[in-house]
T-cell receptor
Framework: GAVVSQHPSWVICKSGTSVKIECRSL??????MFWYRQFPKQSLMLMAT?????????EQGVEKDKFLINHASLTLSTLTVTSAHPEDSSFYIC??????????????FGPGTRLTVT | LAKTTQPISMDSYEGQEVNITCSHN???????ITWYQQFPSQGPRFIIQ???TKVTNEVASLFIPADRKSSTLSLPRVSLSDTAVYYC?????????????FGKGTRLSVIA
């Protein structure tokens, strides 16, 4: 099946620094990728929709200047958390839809990135 | 996007069949029903998708009544490794820009 990878799988950074998380579709092309954030014991919350070659669309309440998204190719999207603070500590997950697949609701998720800001 | 309602949690013993029901009263004509499984500290994994009647794969079965206002995910003979959160999602036809919107899901605990 389709595989989505994320790098790094976990990262610890100091408050005020920036962290970049990569999301790659390994064996399919993804025109659109999605970024989610998940706090402990909670569901996934959609942060933004990443479109190849264009600006990302952010959900209400998500700061676009803090969470920079770049979708440079059909297989790579990056999320940069700028000036990270402890409250940004969370589990970040990306997903992608195979543009040749059947329905939009059959999407593939990365393994997630655990971010801890100290 | 159709809103879904699922039980918050369920417990089951190993070897039993588990049925998780999801209500989606305002499902649209072109909406599909999709179930995902999520283990702790992992991304969700696609389990099964259906539009009507019954769908079965190597992992689960999905039962959808004629009115499509609910659906039931059936896991045969669960094991400890099936302990996870199960999400029911409704939406989408063929639109690549449609994100998945997750509800609270059902936390299944399988007991030895």
């Amino acid at each position: 099946g389709a595989v989505v990878s994320q790098h790094p799988s976990w990262v610890i950074c100091k408050s005020g620094t920036s962290v970049k998380i990569e999301c790659r579709s390994l064996d399919f092309q993804a025109t659109t990728m999605f970024w989610y954030r998940q706090f402990p014991k909670q569901s996934l919350m959609l942060m933004a929709t990443s479109n190849e070659g264009s600006k990302a669309t952010y959900e209400q309440g998500v700061e676009k200047d803090k969470f920079l998204i770049n979708h440079a190719s059909l297989t790579l999207s990056t999320l940069t958390v700028t000036s990270a603070h402890p409250e940004d500590s969370s589990f970040y997950i990306c997903s992608a839809r195979d543009r040749l697949a059947g329905t939009a609701y059959e999407q593939y998720f990365g393994p997630g990135t655990r971010l801890t800001v100290t | 996007l159709a809103k879904t309602t699922q039980p918050i949690s369920m417990d089951s013993y190993e070897g039993q069949e588990v049925n998780i029901t999801c209500s989606h009263n305002n499902i649209a004509t072109n909406d599909y029903i999709t179930w995902y499984q999520q283990f702790p500290s992992q991304g969700p994994r696609f389990i099964i998708q259906g539009y009507k009647t019954k769908v079965t794969n190597e992992v689960a079965s999905l039962f959808i009544p004629a009115d499509r206002k609910s659906s039931t995910l059936s896991l045969p003979r669960v094991s400890l490794s099936d302990t996870a959160v199960y999400y029911c999602l409704v939406g989408g036809a063929r639109s690549g820009n449609t994100p998945l919107v997750f509800g609270k899901g059902t936390r299944l605990s399988v007991i030895a």
